[in-house]
């Protein structure tokens, strides 16, 4: 059995066709889950310790040094204390080993559970969006991390899937952005599906191909299209926001003539919104503190830039930054801060003000930020949205139709009325926004199942591709200009 997999930025999902239907898989009473995952911190029982030979070992070398230096002490007494200390070694080993070994813990916690765990234990290991990381220079102990992070969520899928459609699920077609965020360029690209893939192994799946999540987007709306025509899907994510120009509906074969990506997303918006309105209460640009700890405070799902700014020290900031930014340092404490600021962000979209009580990082302390914090915050994602949709106007021969706007982030007024903005007199269809992809996927992944290939995009030679008369490619799915599949 063959699945469509959305691994989200923020929210993953699935589905798949049975008998012609799309079934979405449930995870506990929702149709997604957060894409987050929590490992307890395995403290080690001492109860566990057992003097194998290499302890005995120790506990007689530790022997020989204290008959020398406490010859007064009765045996007895030096076999219990040599005992205790060795014991103690070994608890701080396990420790250790198991702090380290964190992607190999079996107790995993997936989505808002993991988050909540988090935030209630205090102590353990929270993964949030996996997929941001993908595309990044990664250490090797860091790079087996993420793919055990992904492995794990993949796996949770797998099997949630494999129960609730009753037949062992093996097959999968995972949605990816036309540009995965990276630090390396398209490199970063290629690593991010190799990853993927790796981690899609690791989880079980025989049988993984990839689609472009707009092009997943489109096939799902052409199925809703009595009518032939062109149009522009808009999928504005956590991650990143993908657009792709099609043809699409009216019983024909869908065609996908061009696809556009940009590395930013709503995410984006809440790192903006901490920035511009948090962070100046804790110190940016009203203490000495350089703007970057500030960057690298609000990067939540980047593992190093946390681990950059857990490291600072702050005892001799002026108060009442100095302890602020203590606060933000406990475990836990960023995750608060970014999950308040995306708080914010949907709050904006629907009432002029809103506030925030950050007595974690100080008893008292409250916040309050309107709309216009919000279109200063949103302002550099905006700007970038508007030359995304420009570059995809002007590569088209002709105005869509409609423009089908998908992604969590398209529930934003702000959003919406910027894609309205670019395309004027274009009707807006508002899709599922959390589930206009993973039904594509679904679709897509029948199709290969009954011996069809994935939904082809043409990008590398855009107006050859658009000048070309479109083309129906094998399998039933069609492409304009490019080998079908487009499978990494
Ligand atoms: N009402 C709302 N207003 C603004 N943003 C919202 C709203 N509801 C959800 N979001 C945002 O939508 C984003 C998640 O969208 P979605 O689930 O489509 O992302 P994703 O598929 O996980 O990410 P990606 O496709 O980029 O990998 C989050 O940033 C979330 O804050
Ligand atoms: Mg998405």
New binding site residues.
């Given amino acids: 059995m063959r699945i469509g997999i959305?691994?989200?930025?923020?929210?993953?999902a699935a589905a798949a066709m049975v008998n012609g239907e799309l079934t979405l898989i449930q995870f506990g009473d929702a149709y997604?889950f957060r894409?987050a995952v929590f490992f307890p911190e395995v403290v080690p029982n001492p109860d566990d310790f057992r003097l194998t030979p290499a302890l005995e070992a120790q506990v007689d070398t530790l022997l020989l040094s204290m008959r020398r230096e406490h010859p007064q002490v009765s045996e007895a007494q030096r076999c219990r204390d040599a005992i205790r200390v060795v014991r103690r070694q070994w608890m701080e080993e396990q420790t250790r080993v198991a702090a380290a070994s964190i992607a190999s813990f079996q107790d995993a916690l997936f989505g808002e559970d993991a988050v909540e765990a988090y935030l209630v234990e205090g102590t353990g290991h929270l993964i949030e969006s996996p997929?941001s990381m993908l595309g990044y220079r990664l250490d090797p102990p860091v790079r087996r991390i993420i793919v055990s992070i992904a492995a794990h969520i993949l796996e949770h899928i797998r099997l949630t899937a494999t129960r609730q459609l009753g037949v062992p699920v093996r097959g999968a077609v995972i949605?990816r952005?036309v540009e995965f965020r990276s630090s390396m360029g398209p490199a970063g690209g290629e690593q991010a599906l190799e990853l993927l893939r790796e981690a899609a192994t690791i989880a079980g799946f025989d049988e993984v191909s990839f689609l472009e999540?707009p092009a997943a987007a489109a096939m799902h709306y052409h199925m809703s299209l009595p009518e032939r025509q062109l149009a522009l899907i808009v999928?504005?994510?956590?991650?990143?926001?993908?657009v792709a120009y099609a043809e699409l509906g009216g019983g024909l074969e869908p065609v996908i003539h061009h696809s556009w990506g940009l590395p930013k997303?709503?995410?984006d918006?809440?790192i903006g919104v901490s920035l511009h309105s948090f962070m100046p209460h804790l110190g940016k640009d009203v203490s000495p503190v350089p703007v970057h700890h500030f960057v690298e405070a609000a990067s939540v799902h980047i593992l190093p830039k946390q681990r950059e700014f857990r490291r600072q020290n702050y005892r001799l900031v002026d108060e009442p930054f100095g302890s602020r930014l203590r606060s933000l340092q406990q475990l836990g404490a960023t995750t608060r801060l970014n999950r308040l600021a995306?708080r914010i962000?949907?709050e904006l979209?629907a009432q002029a003000r809103a506030g925030v009580d950050l007595a974690f990082i100080e008893k008292g302390l409250t916040i309050e930020v309107g709309q216009p914090d919000l279109l200063l915050a949103a302002e550099d994602f905006l700007q970038r949205l508007r030359r995304l949709l420009a570059q995809a106007r002007d590569g088209m021969v002709e105005m869509p139709r409609s423009i089908f706007l998908?992604?969590?982030?398209?529930?934003?007024p702000l959003?919406q009325e910027s894609v309205r903005a670019s395309f004027p007199g274009v009707a807006v269809v508002a899709g599922d926004?959390?589930l206009g992809?993973v039904s594509g996927l679904a679709a897509a992944s029948s199709r290969t199942a009954r011996g069809c290939t994935g939904l082809c995009l043409s990008r590398k030679d855009q107006s050859a591709a658009l000048a070309r008369p479109l083309a129906s490619v094998r399998g039933g799915i069609s492409t304009a200009g490019n080998e079908c599949p487009r499978e990494e």
């Fill in positions: 959305d691994f989200g930025t923020s929210y993953s997604q894409t997929k949605g952005p999540e999928d504005i994510g956590g991650g990143t926001t993908d997303g709503g995410t918006l809440d995306e962000k949907i979209g998908t992604g969590g982030s398209s529930r934003s959003l926004p959390s992809v």
